[in-house]
């Protein structure tokens, strides 16, 4: 049989079933292609190998090493055609091991015992209402469990990507390394004895760890979510065997997370604005404000109601009542931060939550950008008489701080819709910071 050397590129465009691979990463390997760079053709491949792998479009029939290293000759599903892919090789800076995921083990070492609790994972809860209990926080419980089943006595964390999600409670290990892990999803950060390493002796010690493992959640798309930090007090327990289950536990746990975002994507989205919905609005602010009292912060409140929207639906017909109501969603979302709250809270009111720490001044300042950025919103819909006519939107909006205007959720909802009644006095348009005289 003749050898063929072929980059990867190649690889990606001749050898792979990419059609077999999820939406997401089809999208990825798509977007690497069209870049042409090397670096994403070759971090799009190796995503790409892993999770055909995953779901049986490949069979790695043996790993062994070849002249410049190890190699893992693959066989795609209904074919006869075998190629050999060269793995990267790990490399080592100051005592931090770079460990590329495609040369780990392909089979470690589990007990029937390990894969139900994997299982688990991944799949629903009969027991569990979306709707009446925060999903992540009974998902990072059992990541917690099921990393001691399956690793021993480590202490694992998930530590969401900034700006994705709120802030965690602590910082990462090492900033620099989880933003390595994140945008190298397919390597993972090893560390067998934190003492010996310059950088990080200083953190394991206030920690009471001596090794550490950082990895990506998932892969592709999935990757975007965070990454896991897995520590142990003893150094080296991370075997080349023991990474590999690190590797599952971070994919099997980024599978659980893409299942969640599904449901809450259907329990919790508005479906005309793709905002969330008073559902999601009501459990999120349950969880915000008992987050600003275990901090000591504040809380922002805003409530965003349409200016005189009946008169689009009575004017120009309902479809254009909807266009106005989405465009308005979707300059509130653009106008805050990823992890702030904005939901439609029912007809042309919006109602945002401005995560803590937040001050009244920033509040302010915030809120007159979204009462901005919805004025200068161009919107042109079609009236019933089928021709075109340019809308000029405006809304009202009330502000409320917790816990400086209020004790409890109710009080709180309270004193954010009287600034709104206010605001709402003509000429409208304008922003009404709450204050008792109200």
């Known amino acids: 049989m003749k050898r063929q050397d072929i980059g990867f590129r190649d690889l990606l465009e001749r050898l792979l079933p990419i059609e077999e691979l999820p939406p997401s990463d089809r999208r990825a390997v798509q977007r690497a292609l069209h870049s042409g760079t090397p670096a994403q053709l070759e971090q799009a491949a190796w995503v790409a190998l892993r999770r055909l792998e995953e779901i049986g479009a490949l069979t790695r029939i043996e790993t062994y090493r070849n002249g410049t290293g190890p190699a893992v000759r693959f066989q795609a599903r209904d074919a006869l055609r075998v190629f050999t892919i060269t793995l990267p090789s790990p490399s080592e800076s100051e005592g931090v091991r770079f ?40 998902l990072a419980d059992q990541l917690t469990d099921t990393a001691r089943e399956l690793l021993g006595p480590v202490q694992v964390r998930f530590v969401p990507r900034p700006g994705i999600e709120p802030p965690a409670e602590s910082p990462p290990f090492d900033a620099e390394l989880a933003h390595r892990v994140l945008a190298e999803p397919d390597v993972l950060v090893h560390c067998p004895d934190l003492s010996q390493a310059p950088r990080l002796r200083e953190t394991g010690a206030r920690l009471h760890a001596s090794e550490l493992v950082m990895l990506a959640v998932g892969s592709g798309a999935t990757a975007a979510a965070g990454h896991l930090e897995l520590t142990s007090r003893a150094p080296r327990t991370f075997d080349e065997e023991l990474l590999a289950l690190a590797a599952l536990l971070a994919d099997s746990f980024g599978a659980a997370l893409e299942r969640v975002s599904r449901l809450e994507h259907l329990v919790f989205v508005d479906p005309l604005t793709s905002v969330y919905n008073r559902t ?31 008169s689009f639906n009575t004017r120009f017909g309902y ?120």
């Open 280 to 310: 999601y609005f009501d459990l999120q602010m349950q969880n915000e404000m008992a987050r600003a009292q275990r901090e000591n912060a504040s809380l922002g409140l805003v409530l965003v109601d349409i200016d005189d929207f009946k």
């Open 99 to 138: 460990v590329p995921r495609a040369s780990l083990p392909a089979r470690a070492p589990a007990g029937i015992a390990q894969v139900r609790r994997l299982l688990r994972m991944d799949e629903p809860s009969e027991a569990h209402d979306p709707r009446t209990a925060p999903t992540r926080d009974r």
């Open 319 to 438: 479809e254009a009542g909807n266009q106005v109501l989405v465009t308005v969603a979707q300059a509130l979302r653009n106008g805050v931060r990823p992890f702030d709250t904005v939901s439609r809270w029912g007809g042309e009111e919006f109602a945002l939550l401005l995560t803590p720490p937040v001050n009244g001044e920033d509040a302010l300042t915030v809120s007159e950008r979204l009462r901005g950025l919805v004025e200068r919103q161009p919107l042109e819909v079609e009236g019933l008489d089928r021709r075109g006519y340019a809308l000029g939107v405006t809304v009202s909006v009330g502000v409320a701080l917790f816990p400086d205007h209020a004790a409890n959720a109710q009080d709180f909802w309270r004193a954010a819709n009287r600034a709104l009644l206010a605001a709402k006095r003509p000429p409208k348009n304008r922003v009404v910071f709450f204050d008792p005289s109200i």
